[in-house]
């Protein structure tokens, strides 16, 4: 929806109705309990497992602190089983810098792989990932834009190699694997964002789902000071709890996020029908994210900067997710690289994010490509 002056924004957070909200609000504040895995905490992972088809669903106060919780434990018992510490984790370049943020906080490193050209998911090069399987510590996949990857291919490459496979799926809580699954089964973990920018967003808050009840249990204990039932503490942990305003709000975007999730796909297939004809490449299997946002590649020879500023003076924002790519910042240059990882310098240059939300109308999507194809 333009604002006021005009403007279409990135986007626009939607968060489920404040009346909605309201009853439950009150309900916590009469109760008291406003963290430390209230009712609507348990609510939500409850909602989280039947929604998914998981068997646990741990809720978190970010998808940054999923991340880290579930690497930190994995790595644990990697370290344990095999008796030394392996340094590197395998991610992509081309991810939110949370991803490899989540590893060093892990007491890790990044190794990043390159992407496929199609799909802009995680390329599986088995040979590569097998010769340097001796320094990883585990694999950390993406679901990139809350688009499928190859999961069933990276689980299997990973169980031949020992190695835990988790997968940041921050963006694609709604989100279906190729076959019809939804995210949030594959791997021994999947971390889903619920940060307000997200389809499914609450303001701030995280999921981390699992097949494996010991792993549910320790992230329960890594979430709350490294501490169960008894008070001594006998592990490593911090504060990472939702709070039970957030999990409340969770719970009633799980009510209507099919509601969500159909009002984004109108969005995007409006966009691929104008733009897809004239050039612009969409993610293959991208019609199966819950779209946060809707990215495409620009034609061969257009020049991104010039035509966001001329997009910004038409009063359209855009961005450029997630370019520059890890490898290409300050911090993350000197990682190792398990190939060259020109499919994601290719894609950096090329990639533009448009304005996407719950209410843009058709008139909206049409002004956007209307703009984008007088000026490229
Ligand atoms: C790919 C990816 N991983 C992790 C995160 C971190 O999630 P959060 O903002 O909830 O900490 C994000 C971000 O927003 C993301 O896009």
């Not at 791997?187 to 789902?209: Q, R, W, Y």
């Not at 501490?227 to 942990?237: A, I, K, Q, R, T």
Request: proline share 7%; glycine share 8%.
């Amino acid at each position: 929806m333009p604002t006021p002056d005009g403007r279409i924004p990135f986007l626009e957070p939607e968060l489920p109705p404040l009346e909605d909200v309201e009853a439950d609000l009150r309900e916590i504040y009469a109760s008291g309990v406003f963290s430390n895995g209230g009712p609507f905490d348990r609510r939500l992972a409850e909602g989280v497992c039947a929604y998914l088809e998981v068997a646990h669903c741990v809720p978190v106060a970010s998808g940054t602190l999923g991340l880290m919780l579930a690497i930190r434990a994995l790595a644990r018992r990697e370290r344990e089983g095999r008796g030394g510490a392996r340094p590197y984790v395998l991610l992509p370049s081309f991810t939110f810098p949370a991803t490899a943020l989540a590893v060093e906080w892990a007491g890790l490193e990044p190794m990043f792989c390159d992407i496929d050209p199609e799909t802009w998911q995680p390329r599986l090069d088995r040979t590569r990932v097998e010769a340097s399987a001796g320094r990883l510590a585990m694999i950390l996949s993406c679901n990139t834009f809350g688009a499928p990857s190859d999961v069933s291919a990276w689980s299997e490459l990973a169980a031949s190699l020992d190695l835990p496979l988790a997968v940041d799926s921050a963006s694609g809580l709604g989100g279906r694997y190729a076959d019809g699954r939804r995210l949030g089964g594959a791997g021994v973990c999947e971390v889903f964002s619920m940060h307000a920018t997200k389809t499914f967003g609450v303001g701030e808050g995280g999921l981390v789902t699992t097949p494996d009840p010991e792993l549910a249990r320790e992230l329960e204990r890594l979430r709350n000071f490294g501490l169960d039932e008894s008070p001594v503490c006998e592990g490593p942990g911090l504060n990472a709890k939702l709070s039970e305003i957030h999990a409340a709000i969770a719970c009633r975007a799980l009510e209507r996020h099919e509601e969500a999730l159909a009002a984004r796909r109108r969005v995007a297939d409006a966009y691929r029908a104008r733009l897809e004809p004239q050039g612009f490449a969409f993610q293959r299997l991208g019609e199966l994210s819950p779209y946060q946002c809707v990215s495409v590649r620009l034609p061969e020879g257009v020049m991104r900067g010039p035509l966001r500023e001329r997009l910004l003076s038409s009063g359209i924002e855009t961005r450029t997710y997630f370019a520059p790519a890890l490898h290409q910042q300050p911090r993350w240059k000197d990682c190792p690289r398990l190939q060259e990882l020109e499919t994601t310098e290719a894609l950096c240059e090329g990639i533009l994010s448009l304005p996407t939300s719950n209410r843009l109308s058709e008139a909206d999507v049409e002004r956007v490509c209307d703009a984008l194809l007088r000026l490229v």
